[in-house]
């Protein structure tokens, strides 16, 4: 099973905001701190809700999640990278976005609206009327104009979630 790392950014209901969205991604790429060029790739879709979201995959990466110290640092790099680039004047509209692993639909629009204020997703960028439609909570900084944030903090490696040597250790001990 793939573990796809990718900025997911729902557009509400409008296809062509989505579409808008894929465009300013489309084909962008760059080169990492390894030497390594990456370049995204974007796709789009419908959840359940039948809201629109745009998918953008840098290419280059671990499809395995975050397996080793040196993945998470390349895709936190990523990470900001594709944060930086939805921070441009020139970025299209959006509802809410976030980068990590497997972050597709993480909250449909009706579920985020019934999210407590007290919700945590470091990355999550906001547009502001959602923000202030979940009580305008105080972790979320300005992130550009229209938008808010909570600062992104990077993509974090666990030797359990991928090692079954280590995950069988702790499964003994947790039985003992």
Known sequence: MAWVFSLSAECG?????????????KSISWVLSNGFQSQCFTTIFQDIDSNWWCRVCP???????????????LMTELGILLYQHLHLPSAPSFRY??????????????????ESPDLRFPG?????????????????RPFRAGYVWQPYEGEVYKPLMV???LKEQMNRLLVA
């Open 124 to 140: 999550l960028v906001l547009s502001d009327r959602i923000w202030q439609a979940i009580a305008s909570p105080s972790r979320f």
């Open 59 to 73: 290419n280059g990466i671990s499809e395995l999640g975050i397996e080793s110290p040196d993945s998470a640092y």
């Open 97 to 114: 976005a976030l980068v990590g692993v497997e972050v597709d639909e993480f909250r449909t629009y009706s579920e985020l609206l019934n």
């Open 13 to 25: 209901q409008d296809q062509d905001a989505a579409e808008r969205f894929s465009n300013h991604f």
């Open 163 to 165: 090692s079954p040597t």
